[in-house]
């Protein structure tokens, strides 16, 4: 069974960098079958797609966070992070990493918990 | 960016009843690429379904996708104590793909 575990400091200080890692078991991240992805959700609001990541290292991002975003992949750790720049009171959500198939055209079939990242001084 | 715009925010029913949750999108998707997701508090999101009517893995042939063109819909034909959730539906056939704002449903 495939999970999916962030981890990352819950509080960053505003105009600073926000950085969360997610960690696969029972899948791979090198698999080419799939893309690792990230998703948010600020208090009070919906979901909003922040990117995702294939083995080759290639990358698709939401151009709202396209300046400021940057997730990577680290094979031999089995883990996918997420780095948010230049932070603000706007960026504090709940922060998810997912998985969807590599077929251009595909939903995000597994999902972590979601971790909390508060942005505030 | 398409938006799309759920309704209603809530949903108060009891078990055994019918929920009918819609999806409405701010231009054409195409239904192949409508997904639902539950949510439950402390859970991570769980894909109920995706290619607009295609039940995931899992989940009972009580819930159900339709819809065409901008509006889209969810049914679970009848609710179960599992099934009181928050539902989010999301498009992925145009970049960057976007999410509904939720319907929760309550007993």
């Known amino acids: 069974q495939l999970q999916l575990q962030e981890s990352g400091p819950g509080l960053v200080r505003p105009s600073e960098t926000l950085s969360l890692t997610c960690t696969v078991s029972?899948?791979?991240?090198?698999?080419?079958?799939?893309?690792w992805g990230w998703i948010r959700q600020s208090p009070g609001k919906g979901l909003e797609w922040i990117g995702c990541?294939?083995?080759?290292?290639?990358?698709n991002y939401n151009p709202s966070l396209d300046s400021r975003v940057t997730i990577s992949v680290d094979m031999s750790k089995n883990q996918f992070s997420l780095t948010l720049r230049s932070v603000t009171a706007a960026d504090t959500a709940v922060y998810y990493c997912a998985r969807r198939a590599s077929s251009q055209l595909s939903p995000f079939d597994y999902w972590s918990q979601g971790t909390l990242v508060t942005v505030s001084s | 960016e398409i938006v799309l715009t759920q309704s209603p925010g809530t949903l108060s029913l009891s078990p055994g009843e019918r929920a009918t949750l819609s999806c409405r999108a701010s231009?054409?998707?195409?239904?192949?690429?409508v997904a639902w997701y539950q949510k439950k508090p402390g859970q991570a999101p769980r894909l109920v379904i995706y290619?607009?009517?295609k039940r995931a893995t899992g989940i009972p042939d009580r819930f159900s996708g339709s819809g065409s063109g901008t509006d889209f819909t969810l049914t679970i034909s009848r609710l179960e104590p599992e099934d009181f959730a928050v539902y989010y539906c999301?498009?992925?056939?145009?970049?960057?793909?976007?999410f509904g704002q939720g319907t929760k449903v309550e007993v």
């Open positions: 999301q498009q992925y056939g145009v970049s960057p793909r976007t």
């Open positions: 290619d607009g009517s």
């Open positions: 231009q054409k998707v195409s239904t192949y690429y």
């Open positions: 029972g899948g791979s991240v090198s698999s080419s079958t799939y893309y």
């Open positions: 990541i294939y083995n080759t290292g290639s990358t």
